[in-house]
């Protein structure tokens, strides 16, 4: 196996701030100062622009010591010369392109277990394309008619940060409503708070009966995030998830890396008991929004957890996600993207190693030259720092590559195994032995006899 | 024209967002129960999704009745039509008389496109792969052998603006065989599944156990209102059982729901605007009050069906009386005194096909039609799909009718091309009143490649069901009736005027013997070569490697043994 190693190299320009951007820097606020920058930057993915603003400047908040903006570029308090500068600007480039974790994360179907902890494989593998699928689950449709208005909601919350995302991959959204559909598992009644729990290590049974409902795309066949809301029967409900230690979870949600997200919503109940069923229930989208996109940003991996107190990181706001989030996802899946390469590449050829016989196509070939030569293309660029174009050249390598190993020639199956043309030629080979095993059993009783017969003559 | 065309669709989008009701879709089912001539009875389910949206212009993606698989299917293939039937059994048209919902044995699959689909073939494809996954079905194995293209006898069933047949795929596989695996995806399709409504009574053992069993799904575009300037898309899922009474009931005829399907209706699925079970209760011989249903129908329905005039007892699962008195409907019907069978009225048009000839060269296909109506002529298109290794001989093709030879007066013939594309051949006969027409064509068989024959070719090859599409005279004058308004069972084939109603029919599938190979002949050649290579191999082997001994002179020659005998014999010591 190939040992991969990932270099990182960052140029670092220092220069002078131009007289409109000392205006800029001027504002009142880091939020002010950030919008009015953003005019003056040169905005390719990939770089970022950091404003060292003098130690007791009062655009940075009391405590904080950088601000990271929500386009390319970041605020940084001078501080104890320019060593412990030079140390910080690094930790800031690492959280706002890539660190040796989140390369790691990116390649951790192609590292051992042992070396990553849980968390990094919950990102979704790059792929050129996604389908999200929100399903409304109404287990009871005698009792609650739900109604959900999830065009407006898609169109609010979801399409920003999906147009922000195109850069990345093609999206596709879709929703649907099933009945029916109950979870695996059976909640527990808890009688202290009248209340059904579903306790957090029951959660992995809960979405297998579901899924065999939620169908699976006829239009293509990218992978598919499934986003769920579930509202719980009437004998069922209020339900709850506990977490480990017995807590209730705050969004009532959960997610599974690398599938999707899950989320009980609660129907309250009617004033008076004999109201007439089916209780008619409208989702609050937006409470249910905000938790689908809050998963749909760790699926992609794009946690603000790790993040040292005194950094500031500004909301992305209605875009939902940031220019340098744009560009650490960029990173990731090109290196992604890269390693998957080399990997389907290698199989192809150890599958040729394998079956000597088999047939390369010319379209076979150049796909796989084009791969080569898209890849090799991805790794100059990204050398250089030409995020965009690299990314867009390991996207093609990727197809080509994919192309090259799933062309319908290749199918191993339609070559003859060597294993099997011996098993043919058992009637030959089977009675010719047969000499051969009477001769040689005979040759070892005779060198027995004579090895026996000088004893004898003693 | 498009900037004005957008705005309209703007507009209706704005108002199908003040009006939820519309946009979230229609649900009805229903279920039919039949008494058939013969004693048996036939069980048809429909349920009818309607849903007030465009799936063609590719905006929508929000599903909420519509199953999601199907309407992506639809708008990603740019689908116009498609009806999918998967059957096990026969249709005995003879006894039972018309097919509510005709189907060929095996699976039956035909589509139409929109013309903006750039390549029908390859949508066609798709489509059929698709719907090969979704309903465990081999339809992959539909290919440009076993499609054609009619011309006449597959007209859209919903609204249309032109029928260029080709945009028409038409596949028969005759050999599927369906169970359960293909009813449970079909189950998962419906909005309720079969937790609850009418589809409580699909219960896989009792539904397989029967005579016949044809589950079908139907999606077409339909008029939204009476101006028809808008679409809606329609999908009916039916499903037919014929329940053989006289062998699991013990020779009586009086059946119940639970005795056929042993579970009982409890309540209609909560998202149905429309839940009603009929059961036909038509007078037969004139002679009423013959057959008593009980409980107490909610209501009586009488409706003009196939020619016929019928009664029908209606149960409104939506009404709350029905499940005041028991929480349970258990529908049964007991026949007041025993009924003489012998009476069978035979069905207008019927029809038998069969192959004769001998040896493995030759042959011929016949096909006998009957129209039995008393003074009535009416033409039927007969469609004849035959796969290539059958070689028509299209100049013996000959149709006559009572003696006398019969001209088609349309013929559309479409050679087979070896390993490419099956025969086709649609012909418009002229039934002259009752009377019996006989069309017969010879053929020859071709001999395949040793690789093209499936894993039992003794078996023998199917040749799928020729198809009569007919508008039969009726003998009672009908009225137009209002799609939205009429039960679903009489919905689904629109009849164009009062006088005669659509029929269609599907012959027996032919099981015709191809010369078949002894496939164990090379193995047993290898083995007999082998043999002869490895005992000559033994022998020379032998030859080389023994070490031979002189064998020791002294114990004489041939006399001194025959003398050495001899002394033996006489009892004196040997020499």
């Given at each position: 196996?190939?040992?991969?190693?990932?270099?990182?190299?960052?140029?670092?320009?220092?220069?002078?701030?131009?007289?409109?951007?000392?205006?800029?820097?001027?504002?009142?606020?880091?939020?002010?100062?950030?919008?009015?920058?953003?005019?003056?930057?040169?905005?390719?993915?990939?770089?970022?622009?950091?404003?060292?603003?003098?130690?007791?400047?009062?655009?940075?908040?009391?405590?904080?010591?950088?601000?990271v903006g929500k386009h390319r570029s970041a605020l940084v308090r001078a501080r104890q010369g320019l060593a412990t500068l030079h140390a910080r600007l690094q930790q800031l480039t690492q959280v706002m392109s890539f660190s040796a974790s989140s390369v790691a994360a990116a390649l951790s179907d192609r590292v051992p277990n042992s070396q990553l902890g849980p968390d990094t494989r919950r990102h979704l593998k790059s792929s050129l394309g996604y389908e999200i699928t929100f399903s409304l689950l109404n287990p009871d449709p005698k009792s609650h008619d739900v109604d959900w208005d999830i065009e407006g909601a898609v169109n609010h919350y979801v399409q920003p940060i999906l147009d922000k995302l195109s850069l990345v991959a093609n999206f596709s959204v879709d929703s649907q409503?099933?009945?029916?559909?109950?979870?695996?598992?059976?909640?527990?009644?808890?009688?202290?708070?009248?209340?059904?729990?579903?306790?957090?290590?029951?959660?992995?049974?809960?979405?297998?009966?579901?899924?065999?409902?939620?169908?699976?795309?006829a239009a293509s066949l990218y992978p598919v995030l499934n986003f769920l809301l579930y509202v719980p029967e009437r004998s069922h409900s209020p339900l709850y998830i506990q977490d480990k230690d017995g807590a209730p979870v705050a969004t009532n949600a959960f997610h599974s890396p690398r599938w999707g997200g899950i989320m009980i919503y609660n129907v309250e109940a009617p004033a008076s008991p004999q109201a007439s069923l089916p209780l008619h229930v409208d989702v609050d989208m937006v409470r249910v929004m905000e938790v689908f996109l809050a998963q749909l940003r760790l699926l992609f991996g794009l946690s603000r957890e790790e993040l040292p107190p005194e950094f500031?990181?500004?909301?992305?706001?209605?875009?939902?996600?940031?220019?340098?989030?744009?560009?650490?996802?960029?990173?990731?899946?090109?290196?992604?993207?890269?390693?998957?390469?080399?990997?389907?590449?290698?199989?192809?050829?150890?599958?040729?190693?394998?079956?000597?016989?088999?047939?390369?196509?010319?379209?076979?070939?150049?796909?796989?030259?084009?791969?080569?030569?898209?890849?090799?293309?991805?790794?100059?660029?990204?050398?250089?720092?030409?995020?965009?174009?690299?990314?867009?050249?390991?996207?093609?390598?990727?197809?080509?590559?994919?192309?090259?190993?799933?062309?319908?020639?290749?199918?191993?199956?339609?070559?003859?195994?060597?294993?099997?043309?011996?098993?043919?030629?058992?009637?030959?080979?089977?009675?010719?032995?047969?000499?051969?095993?009477?001769?040689?059993?005979?040759?070892?009783?005779?060198?027995?006899?004579?090895?026996?017969?000088?004893?004898?003559m003693d | 024209m498009l900037a004005a065309g957008l705005v309209l669709v703007l507009a209706l989008a704005a108002g199908q967002g003040q009006e939820q009701g519309a946009v979230r879709g229609v649900l009805r089912e229903e279920l039919l129960l039949q008494p058939l001539p013969v004693g048996d009875v036939a069980a048809v389910f429909q349920f009818r999704t309607r849903w007030d949206a465009d799936l063609q212009r590719g905006a929508v993606s929000h599903y909420r009745l519509f199953p999601k698989a199907l309407g992506q299917l639809v708008a990603a293939h740019g689908v116009r039509e498609l009806h999918l039937a998967l059957t096990q059994g026969f249709w005995r048209t003879q006894s039972w008389g018309q097919p509510p919902l005709g189907a060929p044995a095996g699976a039956e699959l035909w589509a139409w496109f929109q013309d903006s689909v750039p390549d029908v073939d390859k949508a066609w494809k798709e489509v059929s792969n698709i719907l090969s996954g979704i309903f465990c079905a081999s339809l992959n194995f539909i290919d440009s052998t076993n499609t054609v293209i009619p011309t006449a006898s597959f007209k859209p069933l919903g609204t249309t603006n032109g029928t260029d047949h080709r945009l028409l795929r038409y596949a028969v596989l005759p050999r599927e065989v369906v169970c359960t695996e293909n009813l449970t995806p079909w189950k998962k399709l419906l909005p309720c599944g079969s937790k609850a409504g009418l589809a409580v009574l699909l219960k896989a053992e009792r539904l397989f156990h029967s005579s016949y069993h044809s589950q079908a799904v139907h999606i077409r575009p339909i008029c939204r209102d009476a101006s028809c300037?808008?679409?809606?898309?329609?999908?009916?899922?039916?499903?037919?059982?014929?329940?053989?009474?006289?062998?699991?009931?013990?020779?009586?005829?009086?059946?119940?729901l639970f005795k056929m399907f042993s579970r009982t209706l409890t309540d209609a699925c909560p998202l149905a605007s429309e839940s009603k079970v009929y059961v036909d209760i038509s007078p037969k011989n004139k002679e009423k009050e013959l057959l008593e249903v009980t409980?107490?129908?909610?209501?009586?329905?009488?409706?003009i069906v196939q020619g016929d005039k019928r009664t029908y007892a209606v149960y409104d699962l939506l009404s709350p009386l029905l499940f005041n008195a028991s929480r349970s409907l258990n529908v049964q019907l007991k026949w007041k005194r025993p009924q003489d069978s012998s009476e069978l009225s035979t069905p207008v048009l019927h029809a038998q096909r069969y192959v004769s000839g001998y040896g493995l060269q030759t042959g011929e296909i016949s096909t006998l039609i009957h129209n039995t109506h008393p003074y009535r002529a009416f033409p039927v298109l007969l469609l004849e799909t035959v796969p290539w290794y059958l070689r028509l001989y299209v100049h013996t093709l000959t149709i006559i009718t009572k003696g006398k030879e019969n001209k088609p007066s349309y013929i559309h013939y479409e050679p087979a091309q070896d390993r490419q594309r099956p025969h086709l051949l649609e012909m418009l006969i002229q039934l002259p009143a009752n009377s019996a027409t006989k069309i017969s064509i010879q053929f020859e068989r071709a001999l395949l490649k040793w690789t093209e024959y499936p894993p039992d070719p003794n078996h023998g090859f199917y040749v799928s069901s020729s198809v009569l599409s007919a508008l039969v005279p009726s003998v009672i004058a009908m009225k137009d009736v209002d799609v939205e308004e009429s039960p679903l069972f009489a919905s689904l084939f629109p009849s164009s005027d009062g006088s005669s109603y659509f029929v269609r029919l599907y012959t027996e599938p032919l099981l015709v013997n191809l010369p078949t190979p002894d496939f164990s002949m090379p193995y047993n050649v290898i083995c007999l070569t082998c043999t002869v290579v490895a005992v000559c191999y033994g022998s020379f082997y032998n030859l080389l490697t023994r070490?031979?001994?002189?064998?020791?002179?002294?114990?004489?020659?041939?006399?001194?043994?025959?003398?050495?005998?001899?002394?033996?014999?006489?009892g004196v010591p040997p020499l």
């Open positions: 196996a190939a040992r991969a190693e990932v270099t990182a190299r960052w140029e670092m320009l220092y220069r002078g701030t131009t007289a409109r951007e000392e205006a800029a820097l001027g504002a009142a606020t880091a939020r002010e100062a950030d919008a009015a920058l953003h005019a003056l930057q040169d905005s390719s993915p990939g770089s970022l622009t950091v404003y060292v603003v003098p130690e007791g400047s009062a655009l940075l908040p009391q405590g904080t010591d950088v601000y409503i099933l009945y029916y559909a109950v979870l695996g598992v059976t909640p527990r009644f808890d009688k202290e708070s009248s209340s059904f729990i579903l306790s957090a290590h029951s959660l992995p049974h809960v979405i297998n009966p579901v899924e065999a409902r939620l169908g699976s795309s500031l990181v500004e909301s992305p706001g209605n875009e939902g996600l940031a220019d340098w989030e744009l560009d650490c996802l960029l990173w990731a899946h090109t290196m992604e993207n890269i390693a998957t390469v080399s990997t389907t590449l290698t199989s192809l050829a150890q599958l040729l190693d394998q079956i000597s016989n088999i047939v390369i196509k010319d379209d076979v070939a150049s796909e796989v030259y084009r791969a080569v030569a898209a890849v090799q293309d991805a790794m100059a660029e990204l050398a250089e720092g030409r995020l965009r174009s690299a990314f867009l050249a390991s996207k093609e390598a990727v197809t080509s590559s994919e192309r090259a190993f799933f062309d319908p020639s290749l199918l191993h199956l339609l070559y003859f195994p060597d294993d099997q043309k011996f098993a043919i030629y058992i009637p030959l080979f089977l009675p010719m032995a047969v000499p051969i095993f009477l001769s040689l059993a005979k040759m070892i009783r005779e060198a027995r006899q004579s090895k026996k017969e000088p004893t004898k | 300037l808008t679409v809606s898309w329609e999908l009916r899922q039916t499903l037919t059982v014929v329940f053989d009474s006289f062998t699991s009931i013990q020779g009586k005829k009086d059946w119940s409980p107490t129908p909610t209501s009586v329905h009488e409706a070490t031979f001994h002189v064998e020791e002179p002294g114990r004489g020659g041939l006399a001194k043994r025959l003398a050495n005998v001899i002394r033996r014999i006489r």
